[in-house]
């Protein structure tokens, strides 16, 4: 993709960001095609960066015991990232992609450099920011209020595709059950 390309995606994507804005977030930010299993974040370690999803899709999970515990998957334009990478801690999480992926990274400390003199960034950032700390607080409240049967349609509900896209073995630990359960559940429906 080319740096006009890129240009016009960021534009289509971030609207309401000034002209000026974004000929300075595209000096912190590079396109990137990946292969199904790239690991972008890896658990115990830090990382610089953050991501949107132009194709693709990615899991996070964290490991317990040898074990995969699926936290959230994230698809076409969605951003990706740790806050925990975000504040230069390392991570707790591992973020890894479920299919081929193009991708634009952002530097994180040019983009909070930015963030200190532009108004549109902070509120990029902002955004952001509170689009993961909803998708976080709507999982807790599931993971605490719902039962598997109600988890499991509310998570077909807002993402239809991703039984194409996700093992079972991952949805099944991303709803907190076993995969034996899964396949009840879904006998059931």
Known sequence: MHNSELQETLKSL???????????????????????????????KRHGYF??????????????ESREVCMWFAFEKEAIGTITTYEGL?????VELLQDSELIRF????????????????????????EHTLCIEERLYQL???????RYKVL??????????????D?????????ETLSRIRSEL
């Open 156 to 169: 077909l509900e807002t993402t239809p595709e991703i039984l194409q896209t996700v093992s079972l073995t």
């Open 14 to 44: 971030f609207p309401d960001l000034e002209e000026e804005s974004l000929n300075a977030l595209m000096k912190h930010s590079s396109y990137l095609k990946y292969d199904k299993g790239t690991k972008l974040i890896l658990e115990g």
């Open 90 to 94: 390392l991570s707790k999480e591992t």
């Open 171 to 179: 949805i099944a630990s991303y709803l907190g059950i076993y995969r």
């Open 144 to 150: 605490q209020f719902m039962s598997s049967k109600e």
């Open 107 to 130: 530097e994180i400390e040019k983009i909070k450099e930015l963030s200190r003199t532009d108004i549109s960034i902070i509120h990029l950032l902002n955004n952001l920011i509170i």
């Open 51 to 64: 991501y949107l999803i132009l194709n693709g899709g990615v899991k996070s999970y964290y490991l317990k």
